[in-house]
């Protein structure tokens, strides 16, 4: 492992949040590129030496994760219950502001047709969504937008990686409801998965 690889994982190891890769290229007097490149190598490190820990990318930022394999002793040592899945009300809030980011809460209800305050609210605090500013008209409404717990909810690695839908203006296609539920319903199988499968050592991931 380079000193630049330690580094990373120090940061990372400490953050217990995502860091962005120029703000870790701002502290180690690094390139940005530079930064992206030895984040990738020490992903494939950790992955290779089937480590506890996994670092994952989202958008231009890093994070320290546990490995997935890892979960089951993970919620014995934490008594840490599995989160519930979205309820069809909150995938379909989470739809419309994915897809149409920033956007405001009024512009959600439009869509939806019925108040969507607690559901909005409800998404705030699994902290699938968050405040990014306010629109520039009378009354200076919030504008939402998905956060990095969103990608990894639904193994995106960037909004670019989001399933291609026709969405017409003002309107939000079930076609794209669907398409975030069968990711969020791949990602519990994966969990799943790993959680059941046993671990075979010294092979390449």
């Known amino acids: 492992m380079s000193e630049n690889q330690r580094g990373i994982e120090a940061i990372l190891f400490a953050a217990g ?35 506890g ?7 231009d930022a890093y994070q320290m994760v546990s490995a ?3 979960a089951e002793v993970i919620t014995r040592a934490l008594e840490t219950r599995k989160p519930p899945k979205l309820s069809a009300s909150a995938l379909e809030t989470l739809t419309v502001i994915a897809y149409y980011q920033p956007t405001t809460k009024a512009f959600v209800e439009q869509i939806r047709g ?5 559901t909005i609210g409800n998404l705030m ?18 504008l939402y937008g998905t956060t990095p717990d969103f990608l990894r909810t639904f193994g ?14 003002g309107s939000v296609d079930p076609e794209a409801i669907e398409r975030l539920r069968a ?8 969990r799943q998965t790993a959680r059941e499968t046993p671990q075979a050592g010294g092979e390449a991931p």
Do not use: C, W
Not at 25 to 49: I, K, N, P, S, Y
Not at 126 to 140: F, H, M, N, S, T
């Open 156 to 169: 995106l690695s960037s909004l670019s990686e989001l399933p291609e839908v026709d969405l017409p203006a």
């Open 68 to 70: 997935g394999e890892q």
């Open 17 to 51: 949040e995502p860091v962005g890769a120029e703000r870790i290229a701002l502290a180690m007097g690094l390139e940005v590129e530079t930064v992206h490149q030895e984040a990738r190598a020490l992903m494939d490190a950790l992955a290779f030496q089937r480590r």
């Open 53 to 59: 820990v996994r670092i994952v990318a989202l958008e």
């Open 183 to 190: 990711a969020e319903d791949e990602q519990e199988a994966d």
């Open 125 to 142: 605090n699994k902290k699938l969504i968050e405040e990014q500013g306010r629109l520039a008209v009378p009354g200076r409404p919030i």
């Open 114 to 118: 019925v108040d969507s305050s607690y």
